[in-house]
């Protein structure tokens, strides 16, 4: 891959870098700003704040990989160094991916209108349970994701580089067979919460239109504001479910590189693509929040104004 080519996708990935790292910075701040104020965190804060640390995480260590892949493509030679960016590329992926169902859910249970006993029970108990869920999402991800540096000692990328004897060449097949059955289950387990969260959209769905029939039989032609709160969270999920449809693809593709280290173009596409989730999501985040929203456009006045007075 030439030069120019290297240098203008770098300048993309530092250019969705940023972007991401603004946005979710921007939530993390005005959630801890507006905790330090009132000395109390509502459960909605506390999810965004998790989720925009999850996903700051989780751009510094794809960009790290995107970096080290162009610029210092000899330190994956060895097995621990790319084993280690795994682990908290994992990490931070599984911590995301929680996070935003765990958005997802609360979203539906604040707002869906259903009436069963259970349903019920759920979201009277929503606001006292949701710290010790983010807990234990914090604790299986690490858990989960210890597997990949299992045998952090192992060096096999280069056996794809080198002709070997035919016994250690074997075993290098069986390493690198173990270590795509390791990637392969770790990335299957994200499509759990991510079903969770299609079967709330779906609820959301259904409680919107259930509403809506009733308010129609009602006051017809009318929207309410249970109709507007079931519209801007149902934006909040869809954008989730297909940023992170382009994501999972994405991450397929980067992984591939530990076994077809020739495909450095496509890995490198393949991480500006990942990049695209935790970046642009935390915006459609910002633009459905009230309080972040507002808070956005004060920010914008003040830039304004700072740059009409120069």
């Excluded at 109390?40 to 990989?65: E, V, Y």
């Amino acid at each position: 891959m030439s030069s120019e080519v290297q240098g203008i996708l770098m300048l993309i990935a530092a250019g969705e870098f940023s972007l991401g790292i603004l946005g979710n910075a921007f939530i993390g701040l005005v959630n801890c700003v507006d905790w330090i104020k009132h000395k109390k965190i509502a459960s909605i804060d506390l999810i965004l704040t998790s989720l925009a640390i999850s996903r700051i995480s989780l751009l510094c260590i794809i960009l790290l990989d995107c970096n080290i892949l162009v610029l210092y493509p000899d330190v994956y030679t060895g097995g621990k160094q790319m084993r280690i960016i795994d682990y908290f590329w994992t990490l931070t992926n599984h911590l995301s991916v929680w996070f935003a169902t765990c958005l997802s859910i609360f979203y539906f249970l604040k707002i869906a209108n259903f009436f069963h006993p259970f349903f019920l029970w759920m979201k009277w108990r929503l606001d006292s349970v949701i710290p010790r869920i983010l807990l234990g999402c914090l604790v299986f991800s690490v858990f989960i994701s210890l597997p990949v540096i299992n045998n952090l000692d192992d060096d096999f990328r280069h056996c794809v580089k080198m002709k070997l004897k035919t016994n250690i060449s074997r075993r290098c097949r069986v390493h690198k067979a173990q270590h795509a059955s390791i990637k392969i289950r770790l990335n299957l387990l994200t499509l759990f919460p991510f079903s969770v969260s299609l079967v709330s959209f779906l609820l959301l769905i259904l409680s919107l239109f259930r509403h809506t029939r009733r308010m129609q039989l009602r006051a017809p032609g009318s929207r309410d504001p249970s109709t507007e709160a079931h519209v801007r969270a149902m934006k909040a999920v869809i954008s989730f479910l297909l940023l992170f449809i382009a994501y999972y693809l994405a991450y397929l593709v980067a992984t591939s590189s530990y076994f077809m280290p020739e495909t450095e173009l496509a890995v490198i596409v393949g991480e500006l693509i990942a990049l695209i989730c935790p970046s642009s999501h935390s915006l459609f985040l910002i633009l459905e929040n009230k309080k972040l929203r507002q808070a956005s456009l004060r920010v914008l006045e003040k830039v304004r104004w700072t740059k009409g007075r120069t």
